[in-house]
């Protein structure tokens, strides 16, 4: 049965020690009566957004700068919702195509409005975006737009949107700048030909030819979008494997359910160049090892070789708070910078590049400024991967587990047994759980399905709360669900499914 606690744990933020630079605190006090606030938080983006909100919601007087001219940074604007609109539509495409008349539903026909697409996504960004204007009305947040860069650790000149300056002053100043594509050397993204994500969720054409670079989360995703709505998608990755951060048995399952759909990949492959000519682009190709060139032509090319921290022009060097190498702000376990008063939440420091985990952060830290606990765990944040099957996991990899040298066991239960995949005929995948051999707590899950990243969140917690695979295995699920495969998958783990 359980053998943690959460509330245990709550007065902590747990990020492992790979990311921590500073431990000692540095939070200062609050602001009364003047105009200076308690915390101004640069970059309204998931984690500056939320910071915010959390931030007038403990009491403290608020201000978010954000230079975009609307809120919710990369994720609401250019991120997570903008393709997760896309890959609704177009897999509502792929299956009025693909599946509908093996349902008994027939069309004479079935063609893509792009345009119309194309608003759809832009509906939920722009409805999204206002929303959060209207919890910053409901909470008091002050709303600054503009271009924030530091005068001082307490003060923030901005240049507005209007085209005039204001100076923003605060106890508290958290950096939430996220981050930014990253481009490749002699490869200039012009977003019309040579795209990067941004570029791919607008393209006003469905690309003949679409080369993905980079076989991460973002570029499988894009490459899905574009490839159901009639791309030839070929990903190019200079590492051996796709996703390389996935359970490499869930991982080798993907990639070929991917293959099946068509997109073709092109591993241990370096790009040289990457040339426009005429209309269409060519890439000259080497495999990653060195050896004879080859060439690739494509319409579109979408560069998705990761994203790197966005500090441009925030003066930074004026103020002295301290980077990495790759530009990531360093801070200790409450979030705070080397510089008294300035801290630093989400993309733009070290740790995972995900909107939740920005959240968390955000939450997090802002508690502390107020003198409260924060609790954030960066080993128990859940990824997926929005394709179809989609693949979402927590916890430890196999090949983790492993090269930990932990005796472990490993429960598998694929959605081909499970009887709601079957009765809806969307059964392609596996949930895999991995727990301690002598005391069953569960270390890792990892699920490919129809919606595994809704399915995850019942892992998520069984990890937080140090729970074995019994817990779930003896914890009624309703009938007929996705989620009963999780509890065979962990029956299997402990002891033996029903199903299987
Ligand atoms: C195509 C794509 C898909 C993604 N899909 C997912 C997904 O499905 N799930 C997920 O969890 N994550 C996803 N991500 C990642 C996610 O978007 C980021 O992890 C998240 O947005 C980081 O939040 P943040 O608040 O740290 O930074 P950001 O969202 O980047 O926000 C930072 C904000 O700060 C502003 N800013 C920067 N400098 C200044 C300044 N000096 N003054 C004022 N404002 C400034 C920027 O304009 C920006 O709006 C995706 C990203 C991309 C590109």
Redesign the pocket.
Known sequence: MAIGSLARRKASTILSSRYLKYSFSVSRGFASGSDENDVVV?????????AAIKAAQLGLKTTC????G???????????????ALLHSSHMYHEAQHSFASHGVKFSSVEVDLPAMMAQKDKAVAGLTRGIEGLFKKNKVNYVK????FLSPSE?S?DTVEGGNTIVKGKNIII??????KSLPGLTIDEKRIV???G??ALTEIPKKLVVIGAG??GL??GSVWGRLGSEVTVVEFASDIVPTMDGEVRKQFQRSLEKQKMKFMLKTKVVSVDTVGDSVKLTLEPAAGGEQTTLEADVVLV?AG?VP?????GLDKIGVETDKAGRILVNERFASNVPGVYA?????PG????????E??VACVEFIAGKEGHVDYDLVP??C?THPEVASVGKTEEQVKALGVDYRVGKFPFLANSRAKAIDDAEGIVKVIAEKGTDKILGVHIMSSNA?ELIHEAVLALNYGASSEDIARTCHAHPTMSEALKEAAMATYDKPIHM
Do not use: Q, W
């Open positions: 640069i970059g309204g983006g998931p984690g500056g957004y939320v700068i954000e230079k975009r609307t809120l919710g940074g990369t994720c609401l604007n250019v991120g997570c919702i903008p393709s997760k503009g271009y924030g860069k923030v901005v939430a700048t996220g981050s930014d594509v990067s994500s941004t791919a969720l989360y973002i995703e894009m998705s994203r966005f500090t441009s022009g925030l939440i989400g993309d733009v420091i995972p590049m995900l909107a939740h985990k920005a959240e952060d955000g990824g997926v929005y990243g």
